[in-house]
């Protein structure tokens, strides 16, 4: 293009599938609105995202690392193993913040962790989740920072190089966090002991969460009467 032109790239209301490379180091206006970028190559994805702003931003590459060499601002991040079959190991540059001012999904399985880490393995990068409190499972991370929000991790190893001694807001692993959803009803009540109801039916010992501004809660509690769960927030 020549020097004076501008250069755009809508993808507004559009899915795009990367396969290679992600560069937007030499575009002037990235309109992003209800988009999803979906990274899912098979060889090493080098990301440029030169400080723009996604809608939702999502990987589902089993095959090699996704590395974020500069920061960006997305609504959404996701990585959901339902997505995909395998594992997903991503790099984010040491010594840059990545906002996330929506919801950070981070929904691995087992056998099937999903790897965070700095580029370097050294030098801890930012997640700055301003969106409240995200909640993410069965994740391996290192070397990272916690800011805007806490995240809390289940069922996840916290390797190394991690904020969690330090100060709120920071990373919070933990063996078995459950998140309510109250998304299935049955006879007008949303049970407790009810797999439809949460992220992963809870078992006696773990901490029940429910989240701010997620409907149906109820205090329908059906677990049997010697069931006890560390703590319900």
Known sequence: ADALDTVIFNISNDIVRVAKGFDLRNLDTFTTT????????????????????????????????????????????????DNYIGTVSVKFKEGLSYTISGTLTLDGASAEEITLNSENGSTQFT????????????????????????????????VAGNDTADPKPHWIFSGSIYIWSGAHENGGFYYWNDAGNWDFLPVAGGQLVFPDGITNKTATNDFTAATVFDSIT
Do not use: H, P, R, W
């Open 34 to 81: 209800a988009s999803t970028v979906i990274l899912d190559g098979t060889l090493t994805q080098d990301v440029y995202s030169n400080s723009k702003t996604y809608n939702t931003l999502e990987v589902q590459n089993v095959d090699n690392d996704v590395t974020f060499k500069d920061a960006f601002s997305t609504t959404n991040f996701t990585i959901d193993s």
């Open 127 to 158: 997640l700055n989740v301003t969106g409240g409190d995200q909640y993410v499972d069965y994740v391996s991370v290192s070397n990272s920072n916690a800011s805007g929000n806490d995240i809390f991790a289940s069922f996840s190893t916290d």
